[in-house]
């Protein structure tokens, strides 16, 4: 399992998040591409499989104690059990007055493997994210912590973020383009069409390159 899930991850890193839109259409499947604010904010692409975490912002008149009394080290559990290569997906809401997560929880994450931090709230301290090598794709950045703005309620279940549905063991994806999700039942089809429409894309360059006209090369290799 563990070799299947690198060689599909090696795949999947070589893939723009533009290829993969176009087969997940193209294969009749929904929309995964999460919504526009989300967006590098340190690093470059990445991929890998999904980790997640739910937070939710705290009312003005109640603490963690109060709404997840049993929860308050999920996060740390949570990093500890990442496997190399796997995605931190941090769904908060959407809240982005405070970051979520920043850079003392960086460095350990990116010492234990993790290929990126995904959020669709803000983080902090991205320079330390440039400086450790972790990728991170975010709604925001904000200097503001979260100490006292957020409860943890649940580690490696299925979230919201940034509009789409991420289980835990998905594969995700993001480049300068944004970031795309896709359950493991796709994700072997999904590649496949990928490989297709990148061939026919080489074929056209060939045949531009060969003098031909670009309306022929077109209708000789339509790519969808």
């Known amino acids: 399992m ?6 599909i991850t090696g795949r999947l890193a070589k893939m723009p998040t533009a290829i993969l839109a176009d087969a997940l259409e193209a294969l009749s499947l929904p929309d995964a591409a999460m919504s526009h604010p989300i967006r590098c904010l340190a ?8 980790r997640t975490l739910q937070k939710v912002p705290l009312p003005t008149n ?12 999920l996060l740390y559990e949570l990093i500890d059990d990442c496997r190399d290569g796997e995605v931190l997906v941090l769904a ?9 997560f920043g850079g003392n929880l960086a460095e350990p994450a990116a010492i234990l ?4 931090v995904v959020t669709d709230g803000a983080l902090r301290d991205t320079g330390d994210f440039r400086n450790l090598g972790l990728t991170a794709f975010a709604a925001a950045s904000s200097p503001m912590s979260s100490r006292g703005k957020f409860a ?3 580690a490696d279940v299925p979230v919201q973020c940034g509009g789409v549905r991420v289980c835990p063991g998905d594969y995700i994806a993001g480049d300068a383009d944004g970031v795309i999700v896709i359950g493991p039942a796709h994700i072997e089809a999904v590649l496949d069409a990928c490989d ?14 060969s003098g031909e006209t670009l309306v022929t090369a077109m209708r000789r290799h339509p790519k969808r």
Do not use: Y
């Open 2 to 7: 563990a070799r299947k899930t690198e060689e």
């Open 43 to 50: 690093g470059e692409r990445f991929a890998g499989r999904a």
């Open 62 to 73: 109640a603490g963690h104690a109060e709404i997840a009394p049993q929860t308050g080290n």
């Open 92 to 100: 908060g809401g959407g809240e982005l007055r405070s970051a979520n």
């Open 113 to 116: 493997g993790v290929a990126a």
């Open 152 to 154: 943890t309620i649940a």
């Open 196 to 209: 297709r429409f990148l061939g026919k894309d080489a074929a056209i360059r060939n045949e531009l390159a």
